[in-house]
Every structure is written in structure tokens, then in C-alpha cells.
């Protein structure tokens, strides 16, 4: 299994270090994005389906978008140090059970990447990269299979 460079660690630890001063208008744009690219999403968040509207400041909204920024953070300085993601095991097994509960399935983690990916460009502006943007989509790809065997384990 391949790990992130040293460089493509410090690209996504300097973008989080940007993002996260910026929590709710980034955990906003992240959903927006999520459902531009899936409206179908939509009924699966429960703070989503009886809205017609994106809700702002609704802290499990934040909670969700900041879960997948900062554990895609965490799984790249994890590949950068040992080459490979490490998630405590109940934590895993919690993360399998929670996404298997909501109706999540594989491909819902290519929309959420893509999401997840424009929401790292759009904030980071004329300091975006292809490599940060490759390191980002490394680190996310690391931690999404893991969640997705998790999950597979459990169905
Ligand atoms: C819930 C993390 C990807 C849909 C959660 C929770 C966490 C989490 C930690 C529990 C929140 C809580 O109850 O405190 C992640 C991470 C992901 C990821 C780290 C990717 C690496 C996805 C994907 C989908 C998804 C691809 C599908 C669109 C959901 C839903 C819930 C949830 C529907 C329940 C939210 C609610 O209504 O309260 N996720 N998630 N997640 N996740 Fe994810």
C-alpha cells in the first residue's frame, strides 16, 4: 500500500490548518456540493429530509462535514508516518454500523469525495494544487475503504 510523502502530508495538514477557521461556511458548501452532485442524499441526513433548505449553523450538520475533513486529515498524517490509516477498532466497527444504518452504499463515498474535494479548492483558493489535491483525495480513499469494509463485514 502506498502512504503520502512528506510534502503531500504537509499540503493537507496546511489546508486543514485554513479550513478549519472556517467551519460553517465550509460544512454548508460541503453539503451543498454533496447534493448538487446527489439530491438524493437529501432524505438520508436526518437534518436534511424535512427542510427545503440547507440548514445553517445545525451543529450535526457540522459535525458530519467536520468528522469527514478531520478524520481525512488525521488518516493523511497517518499515511505520511506509517503508510497506512489506522481507525480504533470500535471506532470502525461504530463508523460500519452508523453509515450501514443510514442507508449508506459504496458509490454514496465517490459523491462525498468529489464534494469533499471542491470544498478543499474552493477554500484554498490560489494555494491549491494538483498534488494537495491529490493528497487529500489519498488520505480520503484510505479511510473511505476501511469504512466500506467495515461495513461489508457487518451486512
Ligand atoms: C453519520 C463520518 C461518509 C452519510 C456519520 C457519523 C460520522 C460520520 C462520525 C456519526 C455522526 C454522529 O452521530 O455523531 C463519516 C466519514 C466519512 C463519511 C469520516 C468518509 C470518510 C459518509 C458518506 C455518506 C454518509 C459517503 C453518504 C452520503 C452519513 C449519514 C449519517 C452519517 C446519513 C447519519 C447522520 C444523521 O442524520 O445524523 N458519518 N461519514 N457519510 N453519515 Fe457519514
Request: aromatic share 8%.
Amino acid at each position: 500500500m502506498v502512504g503520502l510523502n512528506e510534502k503531500e502530508e504537509a499540503l493537507v495538514k496546511e489546508s486543514w490548518e485554513v479550513m478549519k477557521h472556517n467551519i460553517p461556511h465550509l460544512s454548508l458548501r460541503f453539503f451543498t456540493l454533496i447534493l448538487e452532485i446527489a439530491p438524493a442524499a437529501k432524505k438520508m441526513f436526518s437534518f436534511l429530509k424535512d427542510t427545503d433548505e440547507i440548514p445553517q449553523n445545525n451543529p450535526k450538520l457540522k459535525a458530519h462535514a467536520v468528522k469527514v475533513f478531520k478524520m481525512t486529515c488525521e488518516s493523511a498524517i497517518q499515511l505520511g508516518e506509517k503508510g497506512e490509516v489506522v481507525v480504533a477498532d470500535t471506532t470502525l466497527k461504530w463508523l460500519g454500523s452508523v453509515h450501514l444504518q443510514n442507508g449508506v452504499i459504496d458509490p454514496h463515498f465517490e459523491v462525498v469525495k468529489e464534494a469533499l474535494l471542491r470544498t478543499v479548492k474552493e477554500a484554498m483558493g490560489e494555494k491549491w494544487s494538483d498534488e494537495m489535491n491529490g493528497a487529500w483525495a489519498e488520505a480520503y480513499d484510505h479511510l473511505a475503504t476501511a469504512i466500506k469494509n467495515e461495513m461489508h463485514a457487518e451486512a
